[in-house]
């Protein structure tokens, strides 16, 4: 059965997901497809901004000097003729913004922060964001351990890959 090029499309996505390390002839076998194929797909999906970046994802909590990581709840008033998006780009211009996500339920946006010390997130949030004109109210909690982050699972044994990839 020939598979669709939105099947294509899918798999690779997944696969790179998974592990952006993974190399087209890799992919391409996988795929059982040529790596041109491959190679032309990823392509198309980088220049529609489908795929945006690849990245690393660390276990901090195994590096000496590790970051704090915030969930921040914000209630907003949105603006008119913009809704939530104007606070929100706003809000994601700084620094220490890892992600913002618009809500729904009891608050608008989820903020998630990085920092080097729960004095410095607490900073953040009272010093920037707070401040800002259509922030109604914050409520911050502090992540005290991660236990998976980005499909990666974070094992604690030693004797075992420090990290399992957890297929879609």
Same mark, same amino acid.
């Given at each position: ?33 040529? #790596? ?36 921040? #709840? ?81 094992? #604690? ?12």
């Amino acid at each position: 059965m020939k598979k669709t090029n939105e099947n294509i499309r899918n798999e690779i996505l997944c696969l790179l997901e998974c592990n952006a390390k993974l190399t087209t002839d890799r992919i391409s076998n996988q795929l059982c497809i040529p #790596e041109a194929e491959v190679i032309e797909e990823i392509s198309k999906l980088e220049n529609e901004q489908i795929i945006c970046g690849y990245g690393t994802f660390i276990n901090w909590s195994r590096v000496k000097g590790d970051t704090i990581t915030a969930l921040i #709840e914000v209630k907003v008033t949105p603006s008119r003729g913009q809704g939530f998006n104007r606070v929100a780009e706003r809000i994601s211009r700084f620094d220490e913004v890892k992600s913002v996500s618009l809500m729904s339920g009891a608050y608008d946006l989820a903020v998630i922060v990085e920092g080097k010390s729960l004095h410095e997130v607490a900073g953040f949030v009272s010093d920037k964001l707070s401040p800002l004109e259509s922030v109604l109210s914050t409520a911050t909690h502090f992540v005290l351990k991660k236990f998976k982050d980005h499909g990666l699972i974070f094992n #604690e044994k030693n004797d075992e890959d420090e990290r399992m990839i957890v297929s879609p």
